[in-house]
Nanobody, 124 residues
Framework: QVQLVESGGGLVQAGVSLRLSCAAS????????MAWFRQAPGKEREFVAS????????YSAIFLKGRFTISRDNAKNTVYLQMNSLKPEDTAVYYC?????????????????WGQGTQVTVSS
């Protein structure tokens, strides 16, 4: 079992950076491929980025065009999402997820564990 708690969201202006954190508990965190998803009001949950259990490889949604970076620190049981040049369309609840068999999985049903989400609101 893996429990996930996101933090770091908030209300920011367009163009700034923000870093989200996902703290995990459970003995198997370091074995888990991890990911970030987001869900805007009225829209489906969409894949943002993922990372292998070791942190050696990452995979990001093409539409981000390199603005977001996922990383992890297994010693701290934490996954991060660095978000740069934020835009109003990035406004969403951001979720941390764990448990996919491979890190290139991009569908929510591929992941077994979820956090409660953290709200990110970007004003223009």
């Amino acid at each position: 079992q893996v429990q996930l708690v996101e933090s770091g969201g908030g209300l920011v202006q367009a163009g700034v950076s923000l870093r989200l954190s996902c703290a995990a508990s459970g003995r198997t965190f370091s074995n888990q491929n991890m990911a970030w998803f987001r869900q805007a009001p009225g829209k489906e949950r969409e894949f943002v980025a993922s990372i292998t259990w070791s942190g050696s490889s990452t995979y990001s949604a093409i539409f981000l065009k390199g603005r977001f970076t996922i990383s992890r620190d297994n010693a701290k049981n934490t996954v991060y999402l660095q978000m740069n040049s934020l835009k109003p369309e990035d406004t969403a609840v951001y979720y941390c997820a764990a448990g996919a068999h491979t890190y290139t999985r991009t569908r929510p049903y591929d992941y077994d564990y979820w956090g409660q989400g953290t709200q990110v609101t970007v004003s223009s």
